[in-house]
């Protein structure tokens, strides 16, 4: 991923990472939900992959949040981008701040 200077908010990693739907224009053909972007840095979408679907199957808050997407007809291809963005939101505070949240 590099230093987190690099980066100027939690969604320029996710961006890097290629986890936005790619958008199919031609003519009056306008489609904005296509495939993943294919030019990303494929390791890092690769963990932040995994860690969503860990998250899901391991963290109460995540599981019951996928639940509720689940019931609303999501895509299961979104929820585990939904559930990574998430994550690079919570690790790019982290990191950044340095410090652990306070309750």
Same mark, same amino acid.
């Given at each position: 991923?590099?230093?987190? #200077? ?6 320029? !990693? $996710? #961006? ?6 790619? =958008?199919?224009?031609? *003519? =009056?053909? *306008? ?13 890092? =979408? $690769?963990? @932040? @992959?995994? !860690?969503? *679907? ?13 639940? @509720? ?5 999501? *895509?299961?291809?979104? !929820? ?16 950044? #701040?340095? =410090? @652990?949240?306070?309750?």
């Amino acid at each position: 991923m590099g230093p987190p #200077g690099l980066y100027a908010n939690a969604n320029a !990693i $996710t #961006g890097r990472a290629g986890l936005m739907p790619s =958008r199919y224009q031609s *003519d =009056r053909v *306008d489609r904005a939900n296509g495939p993943l972007r294919r030019c990303a840095n494929r390791r890092l =979408r $690769t963990a @932040l @992959l995994q !860690i969503a *679907d860990n998250l899901v199957t391991c963290n109460h808050f995540f599981g019951a949040r996928a639940l @509720l997407w689940r019931r609303a007809h999501k *895509d299961p291809r979104w !929820i585990r981008v939904k559930a990574a963005k998430i994550f690079s939101r919570i690790a790019f505070a982290l990191v950044v #701040g340095q =410090r @652990l949240f306070r309750r």
